[in-house]
């Protein structure tokens, strides 16, 4: 199979996977397997703690620790390095999470590389990804849950939030089954990155964005303002005029 062909059935693979999360009973979507998507967890690195903050369960509130891939364990690390400074609250205190690697196949979490947030704790304050909790929520709380999945969207391709579908209510979801071990680039074919820019948009500067998860007129015509209020000068789809938005993004309080 050529490098092109492989890169095909993954995304097909991707843009079906339910990802294993913890949610609300609704049936796993069909999956395209991808050889090497299930591992054994002897092949896993076991982690207690990202960027110094303690790693808990968020069912029963409890400290643990939990097993990836040790270079999926490094993008995260990488994303808590950035997220820290960006955040405005401090350093990270604690991580409550839905969990990393789980033992099925039809799940992304098979392979090790997949991680769910539900709230991450600063020194001075919190951001709840628990939607079903707090939505429709308040326009601070909204605004840092979308500041928060910009900060991993600058690491993780395929990050899913609420917006995703209601499985996804408790938590965001990342994985790199899309970008893989490099850098995540904008498509405005990617209904989550388009959420993303669209929820950013509303939630974060205030613009009158309708989500629909189309990369429509209405979403360019706010971006292009916003973009020129914060002296962006390179388009979403260059690598650094995305990455450029999603820190700007990120860092907004």
Not at 44 to 56: D, I, K, P, R, Y
Not at 170 to 183: C, E, L, P, Q, R
Request: net charge negative.
């Amino acid at each position: 199979m050529t490098s092109t062909s492989r890169r095909r059935l993954l995304l097909a693979g991707a843009t079906v996977l339910l990802s294993g999360c913890s949610g609300s009973g609704i049936p796993p979507l069909t999956e395209v397997r991808v050889p090497g998507t299930c591992r054994t967890p002897d092949s896993l690195v076991e982690f207690s703690t990202l960027g110094g903050a303690t790693l808990g369960y968020e069912v029963g509130r409890t400290s643990t620790s939990y097993k990836a891939d040790p270079r999926f364990v490094e993008l995260l690390e990488a994303w808590a390095e950035d997220w820290s400074p960006m955040s405005g609250l401090g350093a990270m205190t604690t991580i409550w999470s839905y969990g990393a690697y789980v033992d099925k196949c039809d799940s992304f979490h098979a392979s090790g590389r997949a991680f769910d947030i539900a709230e991450v704790e600063h020194e001075g304050g919190s951001i709840s990804c628990r939607y079903d909790v707090w939505g429709p929520g308040s326009a601070v709380q909204n605004r840092d849950y979308w500041r928060l999945a910009a900060s991993l969207h600058l690491h993780f391709g395929y990050t899913l939030t609420h917006l995703y579908d209601e499985a996804h209510h408790n938590h965001i979801h990342v994985d790199n089954a899309v970008s893989g071990w490099g850098t995540p680039t904008f498509s405005p074919r990617s209904r989550v990155q388009v959420q993303l820019v669209q929820a950013a948009c509303r939630d974060v500067f205030g613009a009158d964005v309708e989500i629909s998860g189309s990369y429509d007129e209405q979403t360019q015509s706010a971006l292009r303002t916003i973009q020129a209020s914060l002296g962006i000068t390179r388009p979403l789809g260059d690598a650094d005029g995305w990455r450029e938005f999603l820190r700007l993004t990120a860092s907004a309080t």
